[in-house]
Each structure stands twice: as structure tokens, then as C-alpha cells.
T-cell receptor
Framework: EAQVTQNPRYLITVTGKKLTVTCSQNMNHEYMSWYRQDPGLGLRQIYYSMNVEVTDKGDVPEGYKVSRKEKRNFPLILESPSPNQTSLYFC????????????FGAGTRLSVL | SQQGEEDPQALSIQEGENATMNCSYKTSINNLQWYRQNSGRGLVHLILIRSNEREKHSGRLRVTLDTSKKSSSLLITASRAADTASYFCATDGGRIQGAQKLVFGQGTRLTINP
């Protein structure tokens, strides 16, 4: 089954404790992206990747890191989480080019205390 | 940066009625997409309309695009309780060909009352 898998689905952590949210897709997509969704602010892009070893900042990259060592994986790293990073996070993947439909994971709800 | 903006922010109708949501955007686009999100879940792609198309249908969905007004509308006919969700438009931001960035609006929250 074609899918984007995020783990964990729910996470409660404390300020400053490094964490990684994993994202994996099985559709051989070149493009992958991380978004955060906050009430009243909609979806905002954190980072995206056009292919292996190619990543770029989105609209709200501060406090986040990503890597793309393999085509299927695109982990999101919070080196020192802060309460303002409490949010609902989504990973998405898609093909490059004109047909840029994106496929989303189920989401990771993160609370930073 | 906000590209697509949906209107209204919330819409509540009776089951069986039609629901219309609008999206406005600011820059030139290659295509515009609509997505649905059930509460707290991932977004699901509904339909894509290219900049040279004016109307597209998919089942009970009808999307129109007016590039002169930089606006799009999504019509859901004969609504069902299962259509209760948030609906987002997304534009490709008009960047160079091959660039992938989609910019999402804040969404319309649709509630279908039985």
C-alpha cells in the first residue's frame, strides 16, 4: 500500500530534550516536506527536499533540522525543543514536475513542556 | 507566506445541500489543488486544476479556476455527513518549473448537519 509513515504519532517531551520524528515513504518520490499546523495559522512549511542530499528551508525553519540520506526517509530533528514548537506536524511526499500532488502522513502531535 | 486564502473560514449546512468554498491567491500559478483534512488527520488530495483549465469535475466535486481574478471555487454537491472536514486550497507559488513548493491556505471548516 502506498503510504507516508510518520513516527511517533504522539509525543510529549520536555524543553531541551533532543527528539527526532521519522518519516518514510514507499512511493519512490523525489520530493519530501515537513509542515507544522497550528490553529489560525494553517499549514506552514518547515523544510523540504527535492532529492537525496538536497534540502532547503521552508517558511519556518528555525529550531529544526532535517536530513535526506536516503530517498525514502526524511527525519525531522528538534535539537533543543521549546514550548513554541508544540504543534501538529505532517510529513508529505510527491513527485517533482507539473503533477505535484502531495501525499501526507497521519501526523505527529508534539507537546513540549 | 500566505498564498491561498479560503473563504468562508467555516460553513455549516444541512445534509443534501451543496457546499461552496472559495480560494483566492496572489501570484501566478502552474496549478491549484484542493485537499481535505478530517479532524487531526493528514491531508488528502482531492483534485488538481491547471492554470489553462477553467473547470474540472470529480464525482460530486466541481472546481473552477479564474486566473484573471486569481480565484478558485470548490463545489460539493449533495453533501453527506462524511464530507464534514476542513478543505484547503494549495497553489504552487508560481516558482520555476520543477520547483515543488505548495503553499496552503488556512482552510474552510465544513460541517454537514444530519
Amino acid at each position: 500500500e502506498a503510504q507516508v509513515t510518520q513516527n511517533p504519532r504522539y509525543l510529549i517531551t520536555v524543553t531541551g530534550k533532543k527528539l527526532t520524528v521519522t518519516c518514510s515513504q514507499n512511493m519512490n518520490h523525489e520530493y519530501m516536506s515537513w509542515y507544522r499546523q497550528d490553529p489560525g495559522l494553517g499549514l506552514r512549511q518547515i523544510y523540504y527536499s527535492m532529492n537525496v542530499e538536497v534540502t532547503d528551508k521552508g517558511d519556518v525553519p528555525e529550531g529544526y533540522k532535517v536530513s535526506r540520506k536516503e530517498k525514502r526517509n526524511f527525519p525531522l530533528i528538534l535539537e533543543s525543543p521549546s514550548p513554541n514548537q508544540t504543534s501538529l506536524y505532517f510529513c508529505a511526499s510527491g513527485r517533482t514536475g507539473r503533477n505535484n500532488i502531495q501525499y501526507f502522513g497521519a501526523g505527529t502531535r508534539l507537546s513540549v513542556l | 507566506s500566505q498564498q491561498g486564502e479560503e473563504d468562508p473560514q467555516a460553513l455549516s449546512i444541512q445534509e443534501g445541500e451543496n457546499a461552496t468554498m472559495n480560494c483566492s491567491y496572489k501570484t501566478s500559478i502552474n496549478n491549484l489543488q484542493w485537499y481535505r483534512q478530517n479532524s487531526g488527520r493528514g491531508l488528502v488530495h482531492l483534485i488538481l486544476i491547471r492554470s489553462n483549465e477553467r473547470e474540472k469535475h470529480s464525482g460530486r466535486l466541481r472546481v473552477t479556476l479564474d486566473t484573471s481574478k486569481k480565484s478558485s471555487s470548490l463545489l460539493i454537491t449533495a453533501s453527506r455527513a462524511a464530507d464534514t472536514a476542513s478543505y484547503f486550497c494549495a497553489t504552487d507559488g508560481g516558482r520555476i518549473q520543477g520547483a515543488q513548493k505548495l503553499v496552503f491556505g488556512q482552510g474552510t471548516r465544513l460541517t454537514i448537519n444530519p
